[in-house]
């Protein structure tokens, strides 16, 4: 498979916020990437900092309080952590587009779709250099033919219609229309559809991966569920308290994984049938003003060795493209 | 400290309270470390204080009320009179002091009056519900149809011009607006589910105003009064001003301004420190007021 | 469809609150100790001239009867004799009402040209000296009574510096524009008069900031809040990540949300310059309601006080009823839940 070229190359990311209770060291040396084209998973508990690492790399974390001590973010090759806000946002309505967990809650109360879809539209366009004011006509077109992709029926009374009068269904296809309509390379989404009925939730994710499918968009999707990892992502990472535990061919570390967090991960998922029902990982996540040294996972580890809790280890790659950061498995430690 | 029986367990018919006794604690120490609600009650307690014993701090108590030494009047401000003399030769300081105390008062007696009764219009308007809510909610938007100071206005047309009508008039006021607030919290209360639990139990409906409702009335009333404290004496103030509230010689400070303004703008210090004094007063009831509210997380709009 | 449903029924039930006051209003004004004819003819009427008087005003009724005729005598456009100037307080409301309506208007004007982009700054300048400045400037606005703020503008602008005219609406050798609203301005503007313009606008000025300094510290309050309240929220956040450029969301996406809670306060701001006007009228010697209102007042002169009353609440119920109609058309959701009430 030919290399395709990097969209999103975050390299050893760490984030650190500035509490009240002191400092907050979220992020630990983060790297993932993603490929054009390409649909990768970023898995982990809530808290596990995986909305942070998005939005650091999106370019969208607010300066202070966020502070970055270490690491780059590359998007389509610039580095985003050395831009202006302005220079970001010129850049992602061409490149990069979002949708958040809560389609309620992402969309202007005081606005009809259409309104809101016009202006994603117009300002796509005019950013993508489609220097000639968009006519009205030329945008409503747009937007239906958005509206139709996703699946909504009778579109144009949608456009005229708020958001609180759509079922929380048709709000999500609303907003992946708007994510959508002006093509962007890569599209971002932090756990879309956990606001929605499991039925709702599995026809969006079923439309989501056929249009990304059909229109070549990588997908970052971010999530605590594993089903939608197996439903979507071809790559996934698992991370674990500001950092990542492991990462390679999704199908291959959900049937067999590495990392004993994601062991424990993939036990406590209740099974309908069998003898153990389901598992809890003994302990709890840590307070990251407090975080435990090396690898953070050790505290809760039942394999911990003396080395875990001194220095945190390197990626090992234990088969082609899939990497595993535990000493079980050899590798050296972080300098 | 929360109550218990005696395995250590809490017991629920105090919890509705000992929540809002924790919430004063709490509120306290979030008060004391705002810096500007501090600043607000140490200008309240001040001012309360040189009203409560005008006598004995004001250098000229006898000029209160009706002094006349037309020999001194109009005298600029001196050392011997920081703020000089009036129309009619009064230590202009001495009568601010006790302009103020006719302030206070009448604040006191408009809340005195008012509170009470309209928290108990309000309990049974929100409890009772039905016709008598209707009713007494009607009354309440008749009252609230014009702006408070036309409508004590309106009410004073009764009367001859004195400060007691005018505090009628005001009292006869006020009390809707404590009246709205606590039917508010007590209708959404009573249609809590553990109220109508507590009824199957066998709960009295005293038992539940008192235990559920009142404590959460209380936090939002306390702001209120004590903004309301300054928004009162501003509306007896301006009554005053236009001859309709206390009355030469027992003169507040609306009345005192109200004089004073005709000779403008040479003798300006008989206008300049009347609307000094009052602005303090009732700038301190409201840094006072909005501190209380910060502290006791009660929300803007009361 | 239900809008102009709930809006019939929202207009019965202020028709229904105006009668209440109506009737309020009356009791007091009638059943008061004092004797309004004799204080109207003066201390040396004769017993017979007051009797006549009173007879004539119908004051000889029983109080229902009386209550009736005066409110069907509204429906004709007869709000009854004052006893002042013995003809009908309608005609005297029409002579006094410009000048305090002209007057509430511009008042208005200041709260929304200065309030709110006040607000904007602030929100935009959270916690940092511009917002700091603008929230003393709303404490101190809300503290002082709005006398003292006339009293002190007069002082400085009109004594000290001179800049500004003292009192009334003209100055005493200006000729008026014609009468055709009554608002001096909109008249000068009309008739074309800039001498008579420029001198209504001077006269103008320090009464109406008066009038205006509560409002303006409210609604610059209420909207920074009510601005930095939406700037959190997820969908202006969304809004970005949808490319849209901050100037757009700031002055769109931001402002419209965020212009509820000082629209509701509006309706409030105007019922609290009405009372102001009263004050300040008194200050600046202003030929408007309050000086015909509190005279009527001291005077006992029921039918005036009625008049003045009913105007008053009408004023202020028409000014919710539009803020109402207004927030419904902004935010769907409160249509929605007006249409559902």
Known sequence: MAERSLLLDVRNLHVHFRVYEGLSRVLDGVSLQVREGERVGLVGETGCGKTVAMKAAMGILKSPPARFPAGEVFLAGRDVLKMSPTEILAMKGKLIAMIFQDPLSSLNPVFTVGQQMFDVIRYGRRRAGDGKRAVRATLRRTAIEALLSVRLPDPERMLKMYPLELSGGMRQRALIAMALVNRPRLLVADEPGTALDVTIQAQILELLKGLVKEAQIAVLMITHDLGVVREIAERVYIMYAGQVAETGQAMAILDAPEHPYTKGLMASVPRLTGEVLAEGIPGTVPDYTEAPPGCRFHPRCAHRMDICGERKPLPVETAAGRYVACYLYGGESHV | MMPSDQHGLRKPEDSRWAAFRDRLSRGWYKFSRNRISLIGGAMVLFFVFLASFAHFVTPYPHHAGAYTDFANAFEPPSAAHWFGTDSLGADVLTRIVFGSQISFMLAGVVLGISVPFGIFVGLLAGYVGGKTETLIMRITDIFLSLPALVMALAICAAFTPSIDKAMLAVASIWWTWHCRLVHGITRSIKTEEFVQASRVLGASHLRIIFRDILPNCASPIIVKITLDAGFVILVGAGLSFLGLGAQPPAEDLGTMISIGSKYLPERWWMTVFPSLAIFLIILGFNLLGDGLRDALAVEEGV | ?341
């Open chain 3, 1 to 341: 469809m239900q809008f102009s449903y709930f809006l019939l029924r929202r207009l019965l039930y202020t028709i229904l609150v105006l009668f209440g006051l109506s009737i309020l209003i009356f009791i007091i004004a009638r059943t008061l100790p004092g004797n309004p004819a004799r204080l109207a003819l003066g201390p040396f009427a004769s017993k017979e001239q007051i009797e006549n008087l009173e007879r004539t005003m119908g004051m000889d009724k029983p109080l229902p009867l009386q209550y009736w005729t005066y409110i069907t005598g509204i429906f004709r456009g007869d709000f009854g004799l004052s006893f002042q100037t013995r003809r009908n307080v309608a005609l005297d409301i029409a002579h006094y009402l410009p000048a305090t309506l002209e007057l509430v208007l511009v008042s208005i004007l200041w709260v929304l040209l200065l309030g709110v982009p006040l607000g904007v700054m602030a929100a935009r300048y959270k916690d940092r000296w511009p917002d700091n400045l603008v929230r003393i400037f709303a404490f101190v606005g809300v503290a002082v009574p709005p006398f003292v703020v006339g009293l002190v503008l007069q002082l400085i602008f009109s004594y000290l510096l001179g800049i500004l005219p003292t009192t009334g609406r003209l100055g005493l050798m200006t000729a008026p524009p014609t009468h055709y609203t009554g608002l001096l301005i909109v008249d000068s503007l009309i008739t074309g008069n800039f001498s008579a313009l420029g001198d209504a606008i001077a006269h103008i000025i320090l009464p109406s900031f008066a009038i205006a300094m509560t409002g303006i510290g409210q609604i610059a309050r209420l909207t920074r809040g009510s601005m930095s309240d939406v700037a959190s929220q997820d969908y202006i956040e969304a809004s970005r990540g949808f490319g849209i450029p901050n100037r757009i969301i700031a002055f769109k996406y931001m402002l419209k949300p965020a212009s509820i809670p000082p629209l509701t306060v509006l309706g409030l701001t105007f019922a609290s310059e009405l009372s102001n006007a009263f004050l300040v009228e008194t200050v600046f010697a202003w030929p408007g309601m309050a000086k015909y209102g509190i005279r009527a007042i001291l005077r006992k002169d029921f039918n005036a006080v009625m008049g003045v009353v009913l105007i008053i609440g009408l004023a202020f119920v028409v000014v919710n009823l539009i803020v109402d109609i207004l927030s419904g058309y902004i935010d769907p959701r409160i249509r929605k839940r007006q249409e559902e009430a």
